[in-house]
């Protein structure tokens, strides 16, 4: 499925994984240099979306549907990640 | 695939990634948590949408393993759950002390605010 696709296409999804891939580089920025503990939870929470963005593409341009499942379980993941993070920095812990 | 099938993904793609792209400037370059947590909020949001959309377009709702249904239903993932991550964020940082840039401030005594 992959070969019969035209070229302006491949190159929109190239074009498309290279800014997916370099956003979740700055957002790196705001996790390492973010003052407070909340922007560094919300730089988190953009690079996990920003990775299920690249897993998206990834699917499109291997021409392979798995890739969206393995993007909804990022995701998934992201989200729990990030409630739990919220929960441990008010609460002290995750499961009382 | 025709022309016109591929046009539809190379528009939804590149709406995603400037959705993506603008949703990142934000998170870098606005002053205090609460509006970073605005900007990816919303932006990263519809860019991720708009290329689960470009998915669900690409393969379609004939393909073996159901990918596009996938999609759609990462779609509605995403709907629900990026504002109440961004709530609970939030919520962490008014409870942390968390101050806003300039000299606005929370309201005195909200009536629904958790003690």
Known sequence: ?96 | MNTIHALIVTVLIAIGSGFLLVGTIGLLRFPDVYNRMHATSKATTLGAASLFLAGAVYFGPQEVGGAGLTSLVGIVFLFLTVPTGAHVISQAAERMGVAFHGDASWPDDPPDREQ
Not at chain 1, 20 to 34: H, K, N, Q, W
């Open chain 1, 1 to 96: 499925m992959a070969t019969d696709i035209p070229v302006f296409l491949d190159l929109a999804i190239t074009i498309g994984l290279v800014i997916a891939s370099g956003v979740t580089l700055l957002a790196g920025y705001r996790v390492i240099r973010g003052p407070t503990t909340p922007d560094r939870v919300v730089g988190l929470d953009a690079i996990g979306t920003n990775v299920v963005a690249v897993a998206v593409l990834f699917a499109l341009q291997t021409g392979r549907g798995f890739f969206i499942d393995v993007g909804l379980v990022l995701a998934i993941i992201g989200f729990i990640s990030t409630v739990a993070v919220a929960r441990y920095v008010t609460d002290g812990d995750i499961i009382e």
